[in-house]
């Protein structure tokens, strides 16, 4: 398994901490927090655990197809969608890849675990692309990505749009390509619930492409590749999660502008502009590193993402923090603030 966000297993381990210590910064979910009646969501779903899944998934895709305006046959639901992108993979074993990095770790693990090698754009026949960008947090306008994906169709490879974060852009239909399926036979956007529900442990996530390539996935996929409860709270959360993701957008956007400022205003932290829910941040004084600054943090229950792992950044300059609840964030800036004081 490659390094992600998320991972507070450890310090728990430790023992100093209890859950409901630990403030996990390095993790990019919701900072709502789950929508409130996912408990009421979960019991009435519960049933459902005694069966085997309904196989072929209907009624989540469904769901998924109402809310995109897209065909219920062009929607393929996966255990998460690290699990997709490994599908992805999978199907294209041995084929050259392109990723724009820095990006998303897991496309370059699934590409090598697969037999295929990363390579310059235009020898590539798959591309991956994430928009919103992890770890940097920028957005590309549909327009940019709708040239991509024209040039992709004129030389024949496949484009994935990995969308995790898109519903916690300001105005995802300004950004999304899950609308853009039906004009084009080599795209495939990814969708995950993960981050815009704040339900890591659920395990949801689809994509969404034409039925001709879903049709070709789902043939290597196992039998149940969603666990039911998962499918049933997830088909909720697409039918009726749309006005908590709207009440979302709006408070995060005011909790990222405060953290950046309070970021900004430490000096020695350089936060990039962020269109999502975290913000890649560098570290200006060469006495500090990434990893020292996580490990002083984390002795106060407080955890970030260090980046040495992204190709293309810095090693040793990086850290990438979610963006959280505006107290939550008061406390991290007022950690920092310490810890950089204390050092300086
Ligand atoms: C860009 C991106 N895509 C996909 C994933 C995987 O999310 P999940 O498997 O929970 O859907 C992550 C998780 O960190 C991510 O950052």
Redesign the pocket.
Known sequence: MGT??GNLWPLLKEGTFGLDEILDFSA?LNPLGPPPDLGVLIQEAQGQIAWYPEPTYEEFREAAGRLHRADPAAILPGN????L?HLISRWRAGEDAAVAAPT?T?YERAVLANGGRITPLDRARLLFL?NPN?PTGTVQPREELLKVAEACERRGAFLVV?E??MDLVEDPLRYSMIRDLARFSRLIV?R?M?KSFAI?GL?V?YLAASPGIVAGLRDLQPPWPMNGLAASVGARLLERGEPFLAQTRQALKRFRDSLREDLAGLGGIRPSPSSANFFLCRLEDPGWSNRRLADQLKERGILIRSCDDFTGLEPGRFIRVAVRRREENERLVGALREILRDAG
């Open positions: 992600h966000g990019d998460g969608t690290a699990d992108i998303f897991e994430c992890n990995d995790a974060y990814l995950s993960t890591p395990r996530g």
